[in-house]
């Protein structure tokens, strides 16, 4: 009794594999029932894949932007530190003397002028 079982399950199996590779499966009322439900799986699937890779491009732009965002703060910090540099007041005084500049630096410190308003009415 056991010997045919197993031989039922032999044939079963060599059955449904020369089925599978002659494609007869895929004629199969049941497999066509499922047609609309593998195709909805294969766009879902497309549609992650697709997702992924957008977002991976976008990740890379962001560090590309990061990256060169850090270089413009180096940049601008070394400006600013020449700028620093430039407006001091011997800096100055020395590039007038260089471009004879008929400029004479003030001995007196400057004076704050106070206007009064009259009060009109």
Request: zero cysteines; a positive charge; charged letters at 30%.
């Amino acid at each position: 009794m056991t010997e045919i079982k197993e031989n039922k399950k032999n044939r079963i199996s060599t059955k449904n594999f020369k089925s599978i590779l002659g494609g007869t499966v895929l004629a199969s009322e049941q497999v066509v029932k499922q047609l609309p439900f593998v195709v909805f799986l294969a766009l879902l699937g497309i549609g992650l894949i697709t997702n992924r890779y957008w977002t991976e491009k976008t990740i890379r732009r962001m560090e590309m932007v990061r990256d060169s965002l850090k270089e413009y703060k180096a940049e601008s910090v070394i400006h600013e530190t020449e700028l620093m540099y430039i407006n001091r007041p011997s800096e100055v005084a020395k590039r007038v003397i260089e471009r004879n500049i008929d400029l004479i630096e003030p001995i007196e410190p400057a004076k704050k002028i106070i206007v009064k308003k009259l009060e009109t009415k």
